[in-house]
């Protein structure tokens, strides 16, 4: 099963951090069996400059994590029939050095305890509580430091309709940064591992990574890295892109 890796939407909003180009991004595994808990989550953590995998299922998390490591998981206690705190353990058993933290709609003392007793972080209501994202940054901060970098660049939608060729389909331009972007597409099909973006007006063509994807009700998602050969052809295309919006 594939994922669709959802980029930061717009520049973070941690102030310090707002011009800097050269800090690091962190990949969190989001999980919630609640739609608009979890959507509500992944644009909080998006818009503050993470790179959210978004699932919402016990099974969805265990297949995700068998296929990547990411800097932080966070898992709402309540996973249908199973519970964050079983995920928070088979991650720890698979990957001791990735933080975990387990949410849950209000205080519970007895999960908090149990989160506790594994070496969990326990948050309860994470969006209404202002200790919810400093504690993700911590965490994913800490991780970071020890991990690959990866750079961390604002992501900016695409307004309106923006059509490219990309893996020899058409697709539409969600949004976009100086290291990648997310493309829809209206059909269901194999997306290959690298592939060529095709940008108009001048129809420059660059090369592309596929990170994740995942099939929704009537298209296909795909969030993809520019190749390091590419970034320089790239860059000019989003800053093009960014002072036609501007002058909007």
Not at 3 to 12: E, K, M, Q, W
Not at 61 to 84: H, K, M, Q, Y
Not at 93 to 115: G, M, Q
Not at 228 to 240: G, S
Request: glycine share 4%.
């Amino acid at each position: 099963m594939d994922f669709l890796l959802h980029f930061p939407a717009s520049a973070p909003r941690i102030q310090a951090q707002q011009n800097s180009e050269l800090d690091m991004s962190a990949l969190v595994v989001l999980v919630n069996a609640d739609p608009r808990a979890l959507r509500h989550l992944e644009a909080l953590l998006s818009e503050d400059g993470y790179l959210v995998a978004a699932v919402d299922s016990f099974r969805e998390a265990r297949e995700l994590l068998d296929s990547v490591t990411p800097d932080l998981l966070i898992a709402d206690v309540r996973l249908e029939r199973f519970n964050g705190l079983q995920l928070a353990i088979r991650s720890h058993f698979e990957h001791p050095d990735v933080p975990v933290i387990v949410t849950h709609h209000e205080e519970d003392p007895v999960a908090e305890a149990e989160a506790k007793r594994y070496g969990v972080s326990f948050i309860a209501a994470p969006l209404e509580n202002p200790a919810f994202l400093p504690g993700v940054r911590s965490l994913a901060d800490s991780r970071r430091h020890t991990q690959r970098p990866m750079r961390r660049w604002p992501r900016k939608s695409v307004p309106g309709v923006f059509e490219v060729s990309a893996a020899a389909g058409r697709a539409q331009l969600v949004d976009m940064s100086y290291g990648g972007l997310r493309l829809a597409f209206d059909h269901t099909s194999d997306i290959p591992t690298t592939f060529d973006i095709t940008l108009p007006p001048l129809d420059v063509v660059v090369q592309a990574n596929r990170i994740w994807t995942r099939e929704d009700s009537d298209r296909l998602s795909c969030g993809a890295e520019v190749v390091k050969a590419a970034e320089d052809d790239w860059r000019r295309f989003v800053d093009t892109m960014r002072r036609g919006t501007a002058a909007l």
